[in-house]
């Protein structure tokens, strides 16, 4: 049940939170969706990574650290990765003891243009590149090629956490005016660069031919000779605009999309068609 006060029975400014606090929670943010569910989406796991900073800043008023993990249990979804950021301005709030009803606002705002710049980021930026690169090494039969991409990728988020937390919590409200004058911008930005490197990869690692041929005499028709000469890896970007078609027009979930390709990767081969 939410709270009705809007505001703490003690007003008096706690004490900034130490470095080893904010650690703390940065790594028990690790932990965010163990316990989502799709009522309060991460709000179990939001409470969890920032209950060590609720306990130092209300821990001499009991009934502030039951209000506050009441409001603190109410709905939040945002970028698992980027969650840092909304701590760190969330807990410099809850330090200077702010009204109740402005830190709710602040912790919606915060939360819902991060999604989207995590996405854009992670998702269609570090993963395809990283991926790309690794990739590589490990079809050449290199063990680093794995390896080398969980290092990138850990330390990449891990660095993130680290520095948004730090950052928002200096910053206080201040950081959402930043994140909101650019996001829009960034977004857009790190998307293009994440659809360049989905198109190259397409390109660079679509394998599927075709292996029709038609008799001719002496010189057979091949079929696959004949696409390279109107478009490169024709076959597999039709096969990637087709999924797409599937998934955004359709709405097909990647599971199905996946069954179908093994589907008709199966069939056609025994059929001699790939």
């Known amino acids: 049940m939410a709270s009705n006060a809007t505001q ?80 760190g301005i969330v807990l410099s709030l809850e330090q200077q003891k702010a009204d109740i009803n402005m830190i709710r606002s602040v912790r919606v705002a915060a939360m819902g243009p991060l999604g989207g710049i995590g996405d854009a980021i992670f998702w269609f930026t570090l993963v395809p ?5 690794t990739a590589n090494m490990a079809i050449n039969g290199s063990l680093a090629g794995p390896i080398l991409f969980l290092l990138i990728f850990n330390a990449v988020q891990m660095l993130v956490r680290f520095g948004l937390m730090n950052w928002s919590y200096k910053l206080g409200s201040q950081a959402i005016e930043i994140l909101t004058a650019n996001a829009k911008e960034f977004t857009r930005a790190a998307s293009m660069l994440g659809v360049f490197v989905v198109g190259a990869l397409t390109s660079n690692y679509g394998g599927t031919t075709i292996a029709l041929t038609i008799e001719n005499g ?57």
């Open 8 to 87: 703490y029975n003690n007003l008096t400014p706690a004490k900034p939170l130490d470095k080893k606090t904010l650690n703390k929670m940065v790594w028990r943010s690790l932990n965010l969706q163990a316990s989502f569910n799709y009522e309060r989406m991460q709000a179990a796991g939001w409470l969890y990574c920032i209950l060590p900073g609720l306990m130092k800043i209300h821990g001499d008023n009991e009934e502030d650290l039951k209000t506050s993990m009441q409001h603190n249990l109410e709905f939040f979804n945002t970028h698992p990765f980027l969650v840092t950021f909304v701590m």
């Open 129 to 133: 590149i990283t991926a790309g690169i």
């Open 218 to 274: 002496e010189s057979p028709i091949v079929i696959q000779s004949i696409l390279d000469g109107v478009l490169p890896k024709l076959i597999p970007l039709a096969i990637t605009l087709g999924l797409y078609v599937l998934i955004k027009k359709k709405g097909w979930s990647p599971v199905k999309c996946i069954a179908l390709l093994l589907v008709v990767g199966l069939v056609g081969a025994f059929i001699g068609l790939f």
